[in-house]
């Protein structure tokens, strides 16, 4: 029996690295999973020739949760990029968690109510860790694509302080030619940040998305080297909000749609491509199985 579950990326609102707080909110672009039970050995199959690792342990830690030795086979497709600040590793462990979970729910193996989804949330997380493709283990990342909508996350307690969904918004998305891992950041540097971005962290509680999003956009830009003429311009061309998302490459713009064309165009004039998407409220969930 086949499972398919959809796990959408997140843009930043608060980079959590600087002081271990973190806000994000899901966006409509989506790493998907297929998982199916095999009596032999586990087959991982992932988009684009992307190194299978972060799905492996991701496999593993379910079964061994249950202490099953099933093979599995697990087939992954996206149309989120990788290494672009767009929750792509915690996306796909999301996926790939629930998918080999619900595979042993649709099969008999395990009951439909073994594990919550903050059991789920979890072992994505520690899978994510393990795999070293994040710093912080990327809470919000991580709850912001699991559940959906904005979070506003303790990223150390592994505590969620506010879940909502976010008011439906078209989203702007600049990615340059070239990639940027997490993992591969300087995070010396930008722990020196810590006081600024506790000040747009406080902004984010009060409901502040916007202001809160293009000042850490702004000041992890500085720590990074990324120009931030670049969210600037969004922002003169009508945005509503504009920073780094991540730890970069991709800026990501809250748009009103009067002002679609005009931060599009502007975009469009750096070298690199612009996807247009939207919030994301419906965070992972199975679309398919049977």
Known sequence: MNVTVRSPGSATVINAISTGCGSAFGIGLYVDVQARLKPSKTILKAADGVDTTLMDICVRKVLEKFKITTGIMVKTSSTLPVASG?????????????????????????????????????????????????????????????????????????????????????????????????????????????????????????????????????????????DANIALDALDSGALAAGLSGTGPSFVAIVPDDALDRVQETWSSYPGRVILTSVENMGTRVVDHG
């Open 86 to 226: 767009l929750s792509s590793s915690s996306a796909t462990s999301n996926a790939v968690v629930m998918a080999t979970y619900r595979a042993l729910v649709e099969n008999g193996l395990v009951s439909e109510d073994s594990l919550s989804d903050y059991d789920l949330i979890n072992l994505a997380i520690d899978a994510s860790l393990e795999a070293g493709v994040t710093i912080t283990g990327a809470f919000d990342d991580a709850s912001a694509s699991f559940f959906g909508g904005l979070t506003i996350t303790h990223n150390p307690r592994r505590e969620i302080l506010y879940n909502r969904p976010m008011e439906e918004q078209s989203i702007l998305i600049y990615m340059p030619n070239k990639k940027s891992p997490t993992a591969q950041s300087d995070v010396p540097r930008m722990k020196l940040l810590a006081p600024w971005v506790k000040l747009a962290f406080q902004e984010a509680l009060k409901g502040n998305i916007y202001y809160a999003l293009t000042l850490n956009g702004i000041l992890y830009c500085a720590t990074l080297n990324f």
